[in-house]
């Protein structure tokens, strides 16, 4: 379809100013990046849309209302210590590697992060890499975005400590000002899916709309949760973050054909059917979830 | 007023740097522009003259100095840019001129002063400035004041620094003429004029996790009368009027300006376009005008829910969105300026066009500053855009615009029908033909 195109030619090109921001003098403008990362987003939506309209016929009805809602509610995010649990599965994608599932995963990376930093960004680049489009890879890809975090963000951030490790993958990944990282791998962090749609859309049934955008928001430099008088605007994870969008995006390229692969984001396994039951069994452990809390 | 009819470019000056901001001083009697390699310039008009009548008005420049200077942040390994992002003038209280100029991160106090007179015949040392034996001087004598050369000294009064975070866009000074704002992406701080190492935050968006953020601050300017009314605009198109007795902090605003969005008009851009790129009070501080990508929207500060006046500035580019978007120029960040009575709005477009609106008689004009078109005393012709259908002759149409030759930042004369346009690397001053 004509506008598919369009938004996907949208969002390459948003991903590639998100890129060169790094290396242009001044430092990242957050402004710039926000409104890129507005357009990432719009486009996505767009992108995606007819494409879980035909797969994901059940959820569709629900989906469309809470996207509706979700659109203006970006502000209404639940903080990040009610959505602590990590229910996603594969489904979600790279995102979700930063989001380890359950508790073990995030041990692994707790562990991972406390590891230290001896080389983060090598370290990083490589799973990334080859990782980015497999669902197996995601944990390798969040252990090494962990690792990476560790040394972006020198301690641990915000209110989770539960989370830490995620919550320090996604402050690491974030910090790049822009990258909506929907669809990054960044790990949009606690909060499961905000890149991925279907299991947006899938939370926000269950969780009202409080989710806001499903897409990341600008991540500012790191380190803002705890040091507030040397806050930066650091930027070291913004070439894993670019490595994970450049493998994805050619990825994605080479099976524009098949249709359940036409994901934006690393997209992970195949089929939309596996997609979806996938998200399906997501449901159950984040409904769990949310009663927790 | 009626229709401004412009005389020409008075005088064309040629920066190799790009010219960032232009700012008339209070009496009009001084023009600053600062450019993206950190310096300002400075002119002065000319007085006017019974030998020269034709002269009158003419502005030459009266100083040069660099501000600001690139810096690198070792901490975050970040470079920090030496483009002056604003200047704004204080008001003269005696010989010296005092001027705020602003970077991404350092706002400098420079004053300008003018010395025509050096005291000679010290005791001390002699007219070459070498040390005189003191017991070889016999006799005691006191210095005069001999006239001089005219030099203009540019010194930095005041530094105040390391108290933004994010990139500086806008600073302002308030009407009590004692106090200063400065905004960020994210943090408004008030500042004293003397005092350099504290400043006051009063406006703090910035949320406790980053992923949340949807907005940034994009302009920020104090009311011309009342020292404790300021706005703020946002790259969501909204606008918070704060008032500083509420509270120390004005997170909360007392006043939220914002239109609602047209939702037949929604694409990929909708938020990049409708995000404020200057805001500014007219003189009489009742009303307020705001600048979008595409239009320029005059707000009473009684009344919230809509502008009280909109003018389109460049309508015909709407549809071209995406490909501004892949060119960047989506991002432009306009200015716009209210005349001395605030009865015309100036902002500037592309191909070096820049547009005047009357708001009395609703007649708008677009005219261009270019070499090729304004000679010296000669009559600025008014251009037109070919929207659609057959391009009448001398209109342009759309696809040639040239995207790069853009008019960011134009400054209005208080006073007079006076007005300065920076077209990339020039500068051009235009003036009202004298009948």
Redesign the interface.
């Known amino acids: 379809m004509e506008y598919k195109v369009e938004a996907h030619r949208i969002m390459s090109i948003s991903l590639g100013k998100i890129y060169n921001s790094r290396v242009q003098r001044g430092g990242i403008k957050l402004h710039k990046n926000l409104l890129v990362s507005l357009v990432l987003r719009s486009a996505r939506q767009v992108y995606l849309s007819d494409y879980y309209g035909g797969v994901c016929l059940n959820a569709q009805h629900v989906e469309a209302k809470e996207w509706e809602l979700m659109d203006g509610d970006q502000e209404k995010l639940i903080p990040a210590s009610e959505e602590s649990l990590p229910s996603t599965t594969a489904c979600d994608q790279t995102e979700a590697a930063e989001v380890p599932e359950a508790p073990q995963p995030e041990e692994t990376d707790s562990s991972l992060a406390v590891e230290g930093p001896e080389d983060p960004c090598e370290a990083v680049e490589g799973p990334e890499d080859t990782s980015s489009t497999e669902p197996q890879a995601e944990q390798e890809s969040s252990s090494s975005v962990d690792s990476t975090c560790d040394v972006s963000v020198p301690s641990p951030v915000v209110s989770e400590p539960q989370c830490e490790a995620k919550q320090a993958t996604v402050s690491s990944l974030d910090c790049e000002t822009d990258a909506n990282l929907a669809m990054s791998a960044e790990g949009n962090s606690h909060q499961p899916p905000k890149a991925h749609s279907c299991s947006n859309r899938k939370r926000s049934a269950e969780k009202k709309a409080s989710h806001g955008s499903p897409v990341k928001r600008t991540k500012v430099t790191s380190s803002n949760a705890d040091e507030e008088e040397a806050e930066e605007m650091d930027t070291s994870n913004v070439s894993n973050l670019i490595t994970i969008f450049g493998s994805s995006f050619s990825g994605l390229l080479s099976k524009d054909n098949s249709e359940p692969e036409a994901e934006t984001d690393e997209s992970d396994s195949g089929s939309g059917q596996i997609c979806c039951d996938q998200m399906l069994k997501n449901l159950n452990p984040w409904n769990t979830a949310i009663v927790a809390f | 007023m009626g229709m401004c009819v412009l005389d020409s470019a008075e005088s064309v000056f040629c920066r190799a740097d790009i010219i960032s901001t232009v700012e008339f001083n209070y009496s009009g009697e001084l023009l600053a522009t600062g450019d993206k390699g950190g310096r300002v310039v400075i002119f002065q008009r000319e007085q006017e003259s019974k030998n020269r009548p034709l002269s009158r008005g003419e502005y030459n420049v009266y100083s040069t100095f660099q501000s600001h200077e690139p810096e690198f942040d070792y901490?975050?390994s970040?470079?920090?840019?030496e483009?002056i992002n604003k200047i704004r003038w204080l008001p003269q209280q005696n010989a010296a001129h005092f001027l705020l100029s602003t970077n991404?991160k350092t706002i400098k106090l420079w004053k300008i002063s003018e010395r025509d007179k050096r005291a000679e015949g010290y005791n001390l040392k002699d007219e070459d400035g070498r040390l005189r034996d003191p017991f070889r001087i016999t006799t005691l004598r006191v210095p005069v004041l001999m006239p001089m050369d005219l030099m203009v000294e540019a010194s930095p009064r005041r530094i105040f620094a390391n108290a933004h975070?994010?990139?500086i866009?806008s600073i302002s000074v308030n009407s009590d003429h004692e106090t200063y704002l400065s905004a960020d992406?994210?943090r408004i701080n008030l500042w004293h004029l003397e005092i350099t190492d504290r400043s006051f935050n009063i406006v703090d968006i910035?949320p406790?996790?980053?992923?949340?953020?949807?907005?940034?601050i994009?302009a920020a300017e104090c009311h011309p009368h009342q020292c404790n009314v300021f706005v703020y605009s946002s790259?969501k198109g909204t606008i918070r009027l704060c008032d500083m007795r509420a509270a120390a902090l004005c997170d909360r605003h007392s006043k939220f300006f914002e239109e609602p969005e047209d939702p037949s008009s929604r694409s990929?851009?909708?938020?990049?376009i409708s995000?404020i790129s200057d805001v500014k009070f007219s003189h009489s501080g009742r009303y307020m005008m705001t600048r979008d990508y595409l239009s320029v929207k005059v707000w009473d500060l009684n009344m919230e829910n809509r502008p009280v006046e909109t003018y389109q500035v460049h309508e015909y580019l709407r549809s071209k969105l995406?490909s501004l978007?892949?060119n960047?120029c989506i991002?432009d960040k306009f200015e716009c300026c209210w005349n001395g009575s605030d009865s015309a709005i100036m902002t500037g477009s592309y191909n070096n066009f820049f547009r005047m609106f009357d708001r009395n008689t609703r007649r708008d004009i677009t005219l261009e500053a270019s070499r090729e078109n304004s000679k010296p005393r000669a009559m600025l012709k008014p251009r037109k855009v070919c929207t659609g259908g057959k391009r009448k002759k001398d209109e342009i149409s759309v696809d040639s615009l040239d995207f790069n030759k853009k008019i960011l930042h134009t400054a209005w004369h208080p006073k007079e029908n006076v007005i300065a346009v920076a077209a990339t690397n020039n500068l051009y001053i235009f003036q009202d033909k004298i009948n």
């Open positions: 901490l975050k970040l470079e920090i840019e483009k991404d975070t994010y990139h866009n992406d994210l910035k406790a996790n980053m992923e949340e953020l949807t907005e940034v994009t790259s990929f851009f909708s938020e990049i995000s995406c978007y892949e960047d991002f």
